[in-house]
């Protein structure tokens, strides 16, 4: 392998294993020497070496992180840039990879029903290249759409089914992030006790993988768990807020220091502490310049209109 593809390839690599690792600034960074670098004469055939056509792995993690960063135009770009390139190259697990797992910013951006048609896309392209496989997957990334657009018994079902099948094969990857969303669906379903097996088990798989791009959202959801479980507290909610809150910042990950400030803001208004609540959520509301009419924002505007009355 030439040096320049040897580039290319550890690139694409250190992008990925940036996003999973939680420092999606560097994802974006490695991301970008991709997109600069590739050449499709030279590089396209790595996809045999790497499972992915490099750009659009690349382009994939970047979205990802730039979600995360609260850099939603970015995020949505390079998703849509990745998909249309994957139907270009036309391999088929490639593609299938672009449609479902490649796409999942659309969901998170609040376009559902898209996330879902590609998916649809994806379990017939499993049928046409007798992909079994890309079953389970087609699930694990519906539960993601369906929790999303707060479908939570239809996406803890879908996610947990894929979930299992994955870990029955073998699959580490993104444990974190499925079971962290599968207490979020319980929560919202009230079952709390299993909710917060869930959320101790995307714990574990921190200790277990490194994999930290969910994590500030895992102590968020335990929070919200410990805040209406049996035998939890206002206390213990707070904590977890706090710590998601310190978390988010670190990395500055505006989406999840949103979420952590709204979960807090929300206690806080709770407990009569309205000033303090507003002054929390205004400070990283008013950082957005974008991302309007996505659920997260619309979340916290109502929020701190309540908290302003």
Same mark, same amino acid.
């Given at each position: 392998?030439?040096? &320049?593809?040897?580039?290319?390839?550890?690139? =694409?690599?250190?992008?990925?294993?940036?996003?999973?690792?939680?420092?999606?600034?560097?994802?974006? /960074?490695?991301?970008?020497?991709?997109?600069?670098?590739?050449? &499709?004469?030279?590089?396209?055939?790595?996809?045999?070496?790497?499972?992915?056509? &490099? +750009?659009?792995?690349?382009?994939?993690? !970047?979205?990802?992180?730039?979600?995360?960063?609260?850099?939603?135009?970015? !995020?949505?770009?390079?998703?849509?840039?990745?998909? %249309?390139?994957?139907? =270009?190259?036309?391999?088929?697990?490639? $593609?299938?990879?672009?449609?479902?797992?490649?796409?999942?910013?659309?969901?998170?951006?609040?376009?559902?029903?898209?996330? @879902? %048609?590609?998916?649809?896309?994806?379990?017939?392209?499993?049928?046409?290249?007798?992909?079994?496989?890309?079953?389970?997957?087609?699930?694990?990334?519906?539960?993601?759409?369906?929790?999303?657009?707060? #479908?939570?018994?239809?996406?803890?079902?879908?996610?947990?089914?894929?979930?299992?099948?994955?870990?029955?094969?073998?699959?580490?990857?993104?444990?974190?992030?499925?079971?962290? $969303?599968?207490a979020e669906a319980?929560?919202?379903?009230?079952?709390?006790?299993?909710?917060?097996?869930?959320?101790?088990?995307?714990?574990?798989?921190i200790d277990k993988?490194?994999?930290?791009?969910? %994590? /500030?959202?895992?102590?968020?959801?335990?929070?919200?768990?410990?805040?209406?479980?049996?035998?939890?507290?206002?206390?213990?909610?707070?904590?977890?807020?706090?710590?998601?809150?310190?978390?988010?910042? #670190? +990395? +500055?990950?505006?989406?999840?220091?949103?979420?952590?400030? =709204?979960?807090?803001?929300?206690?806080?208004?709770?407990?009569?502490?309205?000033?303090?609540?507003?002054?929390?959520?205004?400070?990283?509301?008013?950082?957005?310049?974008?991302?309007?009419?996505?659920?997260? @924002?619309?979340?916290?505007?109502?929020?701190?209109?309540?908290?302003?009355?």
């Amino acid at each position: 392998m030439s040096e &320049p593809r040897i580039q290319i390839a550890g690139a =694409t690599y250190a992008a990925a294993t940036s996003h999973y690792l939680g420092m999606p600034e560097q994802c974006v /960074s490695h991301a970008g020497m991709v997109v600069r670098c590739y050449l &499709p004469e030279r590089d396209a055939s790595l996809i045999d070496n790497i499972t992915h056509n &490099p +750009k659009c792995w690349a382009l994939w993690a !970047a979205s990802y992180s730039f979600w995360e960063l609260g850099r939603y135009r970015e !995020a949505r770009a390079a998703s849509a840039e990745q998909l %249309e390139l994957a139907r =270009t190259i036309a391999n088929p697990w490639n $593609l299938a990879w672009g449609l479902t797992g490649g796409s999942d910013v659309i969901s998170f951006l609040g376009d559902w029903s898209r996330h @879902l %048609e590609l998916i649809a896309e994806a379990r017939v392209l499993g049928q046409q290249y007798e992909l079994p496989f890309l079953d389970f997957i087609c699930d694990f990334h519906e539960g993601f759409a369906r929790i999303s657009a707060k #479908e939570f018994a239809a996406g803890e079902r879908s996610l947990r089914q894929g979930l299992n099948a994955w870990e029955e094969s073998g699959g580490t990857g993104e444990l974190t992030q499925g079971y962290a $969303l599968l207490a979020e669906a319980l929560t919202g379903l009230g079952r709390y006790d299993s909710a917060l097996t869930d959320v101790i088990k995307a714990g574990e798989w921190i200790d277990k993988t490194g994999e930290r791009h969910w %994590e /500030s959202e895992i102590y968020r959801v335990r929070g919200e768990i410990d805040l209406l479980r049996e035998g939890g507290s206002a206390e213990l909610a707070e904590a977890g807020f706090r710590r998601a809150l310190d978390i988010s910042r #670190e +990395k +500055k990950t505006k989406t999840w220091e949103l979420r952590a400030a =709204t979960s807090l803001a929300r206690l806080w208004q709770r407990q009569g502490k309205h000033q303090e609540g507003r002054e929390l959520l205004t400070a990283i509301y008013e950082w957005f310049q974008e991302g309007i009419e996505t659920s997260d @924002l619309k979340e916290a505007k109502f929020l701190l209109d309540e908290l302003s009355a």
